[in-house]
Every structure is written in structure tokens, then in C-alpha cells.
């Protein structure tokens, strides 16, 4: 069989591959695109921008999404759900008092589940069908499933909050090229807009997330000093102090949750007036019907909400002694996030920066427009000018060690992709397994920390107490995503734990609910297995001919011939409809080029680092 | 999957196998290498291609860090050339250096009960001068030919200073908090 190779010289144009970007926020959803190498937002059939991240269920399983499932939050509160983000990754026992939160949790472990008139749903999923609300929006403006996205999230998710997002782009059948954080999302869009370089602070304040991140801008690279946060403070805490406010004032204190929750909408209404003008009214309706009207001025709304306004400064210190700067070393804020538009915000950040921030995007889209940015980069859509992204783990990695005190094995604002191994032994005689328990937190105790996973690494020969040597490896990858190994070393008995995350959901757990939702159409599931597994193989036989067409000069006409017939073989099975055939094949094809990526790799870098190219490469 | 024969750390950036190094070609180096070997590169190409971008880039992130940090730099080096620094088990040190140690950690105490931020700020400005004393003593002994056990020593001492000056940024932040 003779294997085509394009003549040299002669390189085939590169396909444009989809992509998208994807804003998850707590209070609003956004998608966006690179067209015509301008990152645009893409609106909804009505011109609609923002779709509201609120999700509605129905006893019949029908799920409505956005603007119309909003008009139902006091109606059907306990259905219709807002602000699911603040529970990704989180159980009943991590959440602050429910305040205003109508919903019937489920307490599981790991993270929360709501009793639903569906039956239960976790966050997991009602995220899900935000995305998939998104996917359907992409699809329509790309005119076709994109190749991948990136999903944008808080910088100071944790490793639990990222793992619950990335299961839920999964579930609603996005490919995710990356987990992207949220303000550096906004560096991308902003730095490569206005071309600029030097330290930038992004002030990112959502609807209930806060981020503060320090990146240094040099030419084309994007490198995240330090980052910081509070993964539970947001424009929602805002509301509620006005809602506080409302209470006090009128003495109503609403028990059903249809009050509290128009109780809650009059208090975003007053807030988001305020920013507009220096004072407004507020009318509440009370239980018996009558109406009272309030007036707010911005001052008193101020006096309302400084504790707050404060509570944001605090992480914006810590990121910068972590950065090892000061203020003077700062060249630009940026703020992100409609909760920017507060002036008590944009004031209280220019008093800490000395310097007026920087507010020429939309804070609103921004985030958005650099996740679009991104995805069009990760997709190879982009032909040699290309920036960097360098970003940073939030929050140190630690391991459970005698006396419950937690060992950091990754610090925090360590630079991803990032692996570090550690040695332990055993403290007893004859001990033959050890019990690992991974935590994420800066404090010192355990038990202040959040656990992300334990196991147990068995099958440790006897030894004296103290004599073997177990080594336990983190690796960060670049979603910011932790995976744990352990080995014992010196029997030479391979005893290995890979893990995840205990709230992840493993891939059977997906494949189960993906299923579930086909569960009266087998040909619906076939089909999108066949669908996926051939997106994913045509992926690889895109990637490995273009690989050749540029390296082939690296293999010998042996490799060469069998690299080919691995490629045809894909080829034919693409052209089938067996599922379980392509994805058999595209196996083999990856294990067949495995040595040949090693050698383009080892190439690239050689020529990248002594400046020239090399004529003649041994094989 | 890593292939390249890359010998070392100082091998793989194309850098002279010295302690004193020039930062700004490390920098420069270590961004060319994450510009091709970043997992971004390699979003949208297979597994294999991915997984080995991940070992890469998380390979040129340790070895940066390695060679940037005067410490680690100093420490590497010595493995290199078969020394040990044995910082866990020994921990033999001048009478004269453990005295100062004594001395500084008392001071630190004292200015952490007492919250006196200018204390911190002052102890933290002597703790850089003997620092960077030692390592200049460290560089002297490990460019200048093969005075590797000498270098040991102050190696030991530095880690010790180290530890030191990060319980005080320690206080220091707590303080400010």
C-alpha cells in the first residue's frame, strides 16, 4: 500500500477547525467565536447576548434554560435554579447558611444533589444544560459542532470545582480543549487589544466568585505572577445586603420562598439603579398584598456594603506579596465582571492601586471574548503568531502526615503544568499498605482544609517500620487538574494508585448519565458514539498526516510503511459505521505514532533552543 | 514519553554548567522551550501528542525552577558533581552560625509577640544581606574549581536561613492580614 505524502514545499492549507469560548458564569452565560480574526459574542435568535445561568425543570423532564426559565424563579423556586455555580463541588456542609436559597439539597457526598420535580439533579448537571443551551447557540452561529471549547472559571476554583465544570462540558458533549481561569481569560482579550505590556492586576468580581490575578505582559507571553480569591463572594452578596436592608426597614421577614425570591430581584433592581443614578426606589410587595415604597441612596447602599467591598482587598494584598510586588509595580487594573460596575467598587480600587482602572471592554463580555480568543489558538487555527499562556495552581497541594497535619507538595501560584514527588515510609513493622489522603488548602491542620481524595496503596512487602520507601506523585496539568500516583520503590513490586478527585464523576458515572438521557433511544446513543468516535479519529488522522507531510524525513521506510498502513487502516474504518471498530484502530494509530511524536518533539525543541535548524537529524 | 537526551537541566537551556548564570538567557530559554512544548501546542492533536506536551512542559517548569532559585541552583549543581547536601541528617554547623541562628530566631519571636511590623521589616533586611553574603561565598567555591564540600556547608547554612526567612514573611503576613 503506498502512503500519499504531499510533495515538499507544498503544505496543504490547515482546516479551519470550530471553536468557541464559553463565559460559565454564576449570574449570566456567554458564548463567543473568532470570526475574521475579531473574537465576537454570539446572540441568541432574539439578539439576546447574555443567557441567564438559571435552569428550570419540569415533571415532565423538559428543561428550559435561560430568559424563560428566569421568569419562573419566584413562580417555581423550587425547580428553577440560579446561581449553580456556588454549589459545583461543594457539599451540603461547605455552604453557608441557605440564605435566600430555596432549594431542596440532598446532602451526598462529595457535592450536593437538589430534589427536583424531575427527580434529583446535581450541579453537575444543571451546569450541563446551561452548556448545552450554549453548545446549541454555537452550533447554529459555526454552522457545525465545534472541534473544542474553552470553559472559562474562577481562578480560585479548586480542584473539586474544576473537575465538577469540566464533567459537566462532558456531559453536555463538548469537547474541552482547556479549563481556562476567568481573569486571565481577560489579560488575553485585553492585552492583545490594546498591544500591552508590563505587570496588570485583573480585578475580576462576578456574581459570586472574586478573583484578583497579577500577570506580567511581555511580548506575546501571559504570565500569571499570582492569583487570589474568594470562590463565595459575588454581586449576590450584594443583593442580600440590600435584602437585609429591605427587611429591617419594612419588618416583613418572608417564609415562602416566592417572597424571598421577588424580595431578592427588587434588591438587584435598587442595586443595579444605584449605579446609575445617586438614589432610587424600592417597592415591596409584602405577604398581605400591600405595597411599600422605600427610597435607597447610593451612600446609604455604600455604608451597606463595605464589609464587603473590603472583603475583596484583602486577597488583592495577599496576590501581591505573593507576586513579591507593590502597588508602584502595577501598570494597569483591569476590571471584569458586571459587579465592577458598582462605583463603590471602581473607587475603592482606585484608592488601593492609586490609579484609576482600566474599564474600555465591556466587562460583561470580556472574559468570554478571550476564552474565544484562546480556543481559536488551541485549535491551530493560528499560523505562527502565537502568544503564551503561563497560569498558576490557586491553592497549594498537600498530603495528610501523622498527627493530621497536612505536607504541601505543590505550593500555590507554582506555574502549570506542574509534578512534584514526595517520599514517605511506614511507621510500622510489617505495615503493607498505606492510606493516602490528598488535601488542597493553605492551612496547616487537615481537618482546615479541603479533601479532595484518599486511597490506599496495598501490597507493600513486610519491612521493618521505617524501610520502605513510598513515593507519592502530584502532577497539576494544565487545566489546573490534579492526578496522585503512588509506588513503592525499593521492592521493586509495582504497587500504583491513580485517582481522582472525589467529586469528579469517572467516566463510567458520565457515560451512565449520558445514557440515562437516551434512555428510550438506543439509536440515538449508537449514532452519537459513532458520531464521537469518528470526530475523534478523523481528528487523529488530520494530525498524523500533517505530522508527516512536515517530518517524515524523521523515520525510516520501514516506520514510515508501518505508520501508513496504521493510517489506511483508520481511513477504512472512518469510512464504516462500526464505532467499536474506529475507536480499535485510532488506538493502534496513536500506540504506531507514539515514537514518532517523541522524535518531532525532540526536534522541535533542539532547533527552538540553539536558533538553528538542523540539517541532518539521526534516525 | 521523554526521548531527547537532554543530559541536564543547564544541558537543556543551552546554558554554561555554572552557578553564576545569566537570568535573563534562562528566561529567554525557558520561554522558547514553553513555547513549543506547552500543552496549548497540542490542544487539538491526539493523546499521545498530548500527554507528551504535558511531560514536556511540566519538565521545562522544574527545571527552570531549578536553576532560577539560587538554593535549588546551588543544590542541583552539587548532585551533579556526585555531592550530597544531606540536609536531613546533617546537621553539623559552625557553633559561631548555630549561635546567630539562636540569636535571629529569638529576635523573630520577640517582634511576633509584640506585633512590631518594623522589627520584621528590619530582621528581614539583615536576613537578605547574610543571604546573599552566602551565596556569593557559593558561587565563589562551586565556579572556582572543586571546593564541592565547602560548597555543601554553606548550602546547608543557606536552606537554614531560608527556612528562616520564610517563617518571617510568614509573620509578616500575618500581620498585615
Known sequence: MLLQISEPGAKAPPQRRLAAGIDLGTTNSLVATVRDDQAVVLEDSQGRVLLPSVVRYHADQRVE????????????????????????????????????????????????????????????????EILKSLRERAVQALGGEPSGVVITVPAYFDDAQRQATKDAAKLA??????????????????????????????YDLGGGTFDISILKLTQGVFKVLATNGDPALGGDDFDRAVYDWLIKQTGFAPTDTRHVRSLLSAARIAKERLSEHPDTGVSVELSDGSVVNLSLSRESFDALTEGLVKKTITPVRKALRDAGLSIQDIKGVVLVGGATRMPCIRQAVADFFQQPPLVDLDPDKVVALGAALQANLLAGNRAGDDWLLLDVIPLSLGIETLGGLSEKIIQRNATIPVARAQEFTTWKDGQTAMSIHVVQGERELVSECRSLARFELRGIPPMVAGAARVRVTYQVDADGLLSVSAAEQISGVEARVEVKPSYGLSDADIARMIEDSYAHAQEDLEARRLHEQRAEAERLVEATESALALDSGLLNPDELAQLGQSLQALKQAIAGSDWQAIKRTADLLNEASTEFAGRRMDYSIKTALTGQKLDALQV | MISLATGNYFELFQLPQLFRLDVDRLDSQYLKLQTRVHPDKAAHLSDGERRQSLQWATLANEAYLTLKRPLDRARYLLKIHGVDTREEDNTAMPTEFLLEQIEWREELQEAITIRNQHSLDRLSVRLKAEMDNLIESVATLLDGGSHHGEAADLVRQLAFIEKLGNDLDRAQAALED
Open chain 1, 65 to 128: 434554560v435561560g430568559h424563560d426559565a428566569k421568569l419562573w424563579q419566584s413562580e417555581d423556586p423550587e425547580n428553577t435554579f440560579v446561581s449553580v455555580k456556588r454549589y459545583m463541588g461543594r457539599g451540603l456542609d461547605d455552604l453557608p447558611e441557605h440564605h435566600g436559597a430555596p432549594y431542596r439539597f440532598i446532602d451526598k457526598p462529595g457535592m450536593v444533589q437538589f430534589e427536583t420535580h424531575a427527580g434529583s439533579v446535581s450541579p453537575v448537571q444543571v451546569s450541563s
Open chain 1, 173 to 202: 458533549g463538548l469537547e474541552v480543549y482547556r479549563l481556562l481561569n476567568e481573569p486571565t481569560a481577560a489579560a488575553v482579550a485585553y492585552g492583545l487589544d490594546q498591544a500591552a505590556e508590563g505587570v496588570y492586576a485583573v
